[in-house]
């Protein structure tokens, strides 16, 4: 007798670790519990999904869900419902919220306020600080943490880690892998004036925030790194002069880029976008969007994250350099990747290894980020051949904007299913937000531990 199941995804291409088969998934009990031709085997629920390719669900490890202190903006509910419509079935969140995630009583709130709420599983980041500096070790390690997250030169009051005891006294103390935001505090401090000669013109940013000041950050943080054997991702990487620095911190190092640094280019982009164009790091000009490509086909880049990071329309309109960085984009992440494939800048194996496979293995996320028995059946169904373009209408943001608007695009999510559940389909969410904290090998062995 075959064996039943609670849902059996039929008639895909599946995009296993060892390569794309066609055939089918079966699910039972929120994991993976069959590959194979399960035509005949009984199921619950059945998913067509002839013609789609089945991915695992997107780990997106870097968003800014703006809660609490910035729900105007987004908030949990409504960046975890715009995740489940782009194929995103876990985030980590970043702590630079109001009040910032500096303990584990604010991170304890994070995660209450997402229960019931997050459409996704999720994680929420811990911010180092001058006065956490020595607890880190131990904030870590709480259930529900993706890790310590450093901003050296990009944040205000305590998030700020630019001085060399607070960077060195965390460094020294954190076991996990840390995400580090690499700018140069000094350097950006010395240069502000240049924006400020420039009022109104967005296309400073990457004048004022140069690549220099990107290469003294991630130059002292690797060092740092490396003196204490700790292991770091540099996050959001947008120049070609960190990338040789990079590949020699294979050890200890990982590395994330953005969609939007390998779509979206200087000049132009601030002449056809504005302020909706500035972000930190700034998008920069080509010579350093095609050294980024090339580091992702070489196999220097791990992770993609898409460094969802929402203001309102208002604010982004406001003149140049009091203008916010940041822009949207975790629904936009794959449909913007897919259409990358889609014009043959890498394969679709290479984006399942950066957007599933690569931040599970850098951050030790636990049963995620492949498809193989035994894991959590997390999974975005993709049309490879859609061709849509990207408008609000569709975008689930508070924000209700994206720098992606009136793009076309070859390749589409279909479908999203967390944990065996299908939570979107066809351009709607389904049911009720189910999303529970993420768990990481070194939060359970702390559990156990204790």
């Known amino acids: 007798m075959s064996e039943s199941y609670d849902l059996v995804i039929a008639g895909g291409t599946v995009m296993t670790p060892w390569g794309a088969v066609a055939g089918d998934v079966g699910v039972r009990d929120g994991r993976i519990a069959g590959l194979g031709h399960l035509a005949d085997a009984p199921a619950a629920e059945t998913l067509d999904a ?8 997107v780990i997106d490890s870097q968003v800014h869900f703006r809660e609490p202190g910035g729900e105007h903006k987004e908030d949990l509910e409504t960046g975890t419902r715009a995740a489940a419509l782009g194929g995103v079935t876990t985030v980590f969140e970043m702590p630079n919220t109001k009040p910032p995630t500096t ?62 005891a607070t960077l060195d006294t965390v460094v020294s103390r954190v076991r996990r892998r840390f995400a580090v935001h690499a700018e140069d505090a000094e350097r950006l401090d010395e240069r502000k004036p240049m924006a400020r000669d420039a009022p109104g013109d967005p296309g400073q940013h990457p004048v004022w925030r ?9 130059r002292r943080i690797l060092a740092l790194a490396r003196r204490h054997g700790a292991r770091v991702q540099v ?33 132009e982009a601030y002449r056809a976008l504005g302020t909706r164009a500035q972000m930190n790091p700034p998008v920069r000009d080509a010579h350093h969007r095609r050294a980024l490509w090339r580091a992702v086909h070489s196999g220097l880049v791990d992770v993609i994250g898409s460094d969802h990071a929402p203001h309102t329309a208002a604010e982004k309109d406001t003149a140049y350099p009091d203008s916010p960085s940041g822009m949207p984009g975790v629904q936009t992440l794959l449909p913007v ?40 059946a997390d999974f975005a169904l993709v049309d490879t051949r859609a061709d849509r373009t990207i408008d609000t209408s569709w975008l689930a943001y508070r924000a209700g904007w994206s720098p992606f608007e009136g793009m076309r695009v070859m390749g589409w999510p279909v479908a999203t299913v967390l944990r065996g559940r299908v939570i979107a389909r066809d351009g709607e969410v389904l049911g009720k937000p189910g999303g529970r904290p993420a768990r990481f090998q070194e939060t359970l062995q702390a559990q156990h531990d204790g």
């Open 337 to 376: 990747m897919l259409d990358h494939v889609a014009e043959g800048r890498l394969s679709l194996e290479r984006l399942v290894d950066l957007t599933a496979a690569g931040p599970a293995r850098a951050y030790n996320l636990a049963g995620k980020g492949r498809i193989a028995e035994g894991y959590d």
């Open 210 to 218: 140069d690549p220099e000041a990107a290469l003294l950050a991630t």
């Open 235 to 267: 996050l959001h990487i947008s120049t070609a002069d960190e990338l040789p620095e990079l590949a020699c911190a294979r050890d200890h190092a990982s590395v994330e880029v953005t969609p939007q640094h390998l779509t979206l280019e200087a000049p």
């Open 103 to 164: 303990s584990a009583e604010a991170l304890r709130d994070k995660l209450d306020r997402a229960a019931g709420r997050a459409w996704v599983d999720h994680a929420f980041f811990v911010g180092a600080s001058a006065e956490n500096a020595a607890q880190v070790d131990s904030l870590e390690r709480l259930p529900g943490c993706a890790g310590i997250k450093i901003f050296m030169g990009a944040s205000t009051g305590p998030l700020l880690v630019a001085d060399d």
């Open 50 to 57: 002839t013609g789609l390719h089945v991915l695992p669900g």
